[in-house]
């Protein structure tokens, strides 16, 4: 886990994805497993926020709907990537209202998402 004290200067975080305001002031804390991470997922050196993200053993990583994935929610502010960094500790939207067309990636909710409501 990289927990070192760093200075980084980047643009705020898309939010359009956001329905409503529901849920953005109780995001859980997250560890997000960083070995899970494909180049596809990350652009610029960032996982971007609306990233949809599965549980994966005591971490979460993104949700790609493959088979045996449990779907917890989204990326609520982007994430920086550095090279050779570990997991990354992040907050999480475990419910509220969600503009899928917005979203940085094609989604289609899992049946577990109750928590949800998609527009």
Known sequence: MDLTITK???GGSKLSWLGSRRGVDTARTVTIDRTKLTPAQVTAGVLPAGTPLAASANKVAPYTAA??????????TDQAIKPGGGDIVAPLLDHGRVIVAKLPVAFTAPSNATSFVFV
């Open 8 to 10: 980084e200067s980047y």
């Open 67 to 76: 088979e045996g994935q449990v779907f917890v929610g989204f990326l609520l």
